[in-house]
């Protein structure tokens, strides 16, 4: 591939352990757009034996909108690694935050690396036809978007079959209530939902749910004070109200954390990424 080859990686990948048996391949840092000067990349993760094609899976880091706190693509190293381990092409997606290019920015974004991956499955013995995406925090309310943006295509349900959001806001609407989140969603909006309703309800996947929405899990912790779990309440009672194949399970004892070792998500991809 012109940007860049493969490394296998065994024992340890920096500080990373080896996960599940064998070896994968792990290529850093390609990217997939560019945005005047701004690269756009994506860390790639992919089995290193056999020749698939292998499940596609995107996973969205959180980044807190670019408010709160900032993670990149290298922060789901681990997910992407243990993902390649169990038989997945996985790729860790850096996209532009909110609070300094809007919404609609992560969401193109999202659509790019979606479509530079659809272009280049067959390099990476991927099967774009079995996609799921997974995120967390603001990096799973992009995952719910970029699923429901993808449903609403003229070819249907496409290729995207499950997402995955772990302590994803859900309805920007309730935030505005709140006494910190309601300044910095106003912020985030330039006004409030009353002024610009259509606005918050672009970014708040309970507000546009849909009966051909992938099906989904839903994950969050009951002590998460900084994306309360009534977010992902509302959404499953939207889900529920239309009808769609979801899954919500809830932590007792967590907070505002990724889940993506819960043995649920590989369980809930495998089932519906099969051939």
């Known amino acids: 591939m012109e940007h860049g080859l493969f490394e296998r990686h065994g024992a340890r990948v920096g500080n990373v352990p080896r996960y599940g048996h064998g070896d994968v391949l792990l290529q850093l840092g390609t990217e997939y757009a560019r945005v005047g000067t701004r690269r756009l990349e994506l860390d790639i993760a992919r089995p290193a034996r056999g020749s698939g094609p292998f499940p596609l899976l995107l996973v969205f880091p959180g980044n807190g909108w670019g408010c709160f706190f900032w993670f990149d693509r290298r922060a789901c190293r681990k997910e992407i690694l243990e993902a390649a381990s169990r038989g997945y092409v996985a790729a860790a997606v850096d996209y532009r935050p909110a609070i300094t290019d809007g919404f609609e ?3 193109h974004d999202a659509h790019c690396a979606l479509e530079w991956l659809r272009t280049h499955a067959a390099e990476l013995h991927a099967d774009s036809r079995r996609t799921a995406l997974t995120g ?6 992009l995952a719910l978007l970029l699923g429901l943006n993808e449903t609403a295509g003229p070819t249907g349900r496409c290729a995207v079959r499950a997402i995955v959001a ?3 806001p859900s309805d920007m609407r309730v ?11 106003r912020r985030l909006f330039g006004g409030g939902s009353e002024r610009i309703p259509e606005r918050y309800r672009r970014a708040s996947p309970a507000a546009i749910v849909r009966s051909d929405m992938p099906p989904s899990l839903i994950l969050h912790g009951q002590r998460d004070r900084f994306v309360p779990v009534e977010q992902s309440l509302i959404l499953d009672r939207a889900l529920s109200r239309s009808g769609v194949c979801h899954q919500l399970r809830l ?3 967590r907070g ?3 889940q993506w070792r819960d043995p649920a ?3 809930f991809l495998s089932r519906n990424l099969r051939t």
Not at 175 to 185: I, S, T
């Open 105 to 107: 920015a992560g969401l």
């Open 136 to 141: 967390f925090s603001s990096g799973g309310q």
């Open 166 to 168: 772990t302590a994803a």
């Open 175 to 185: 935030f505005e209530g709140r006494p910190l989140l309601g300044a910095v969603v």
């Open 251 to 253: 932590s007792a004892d």
């Open 256 to 258: 505002h954390r990724d």
């Open 265 to 267: 998500v590989w369980e």
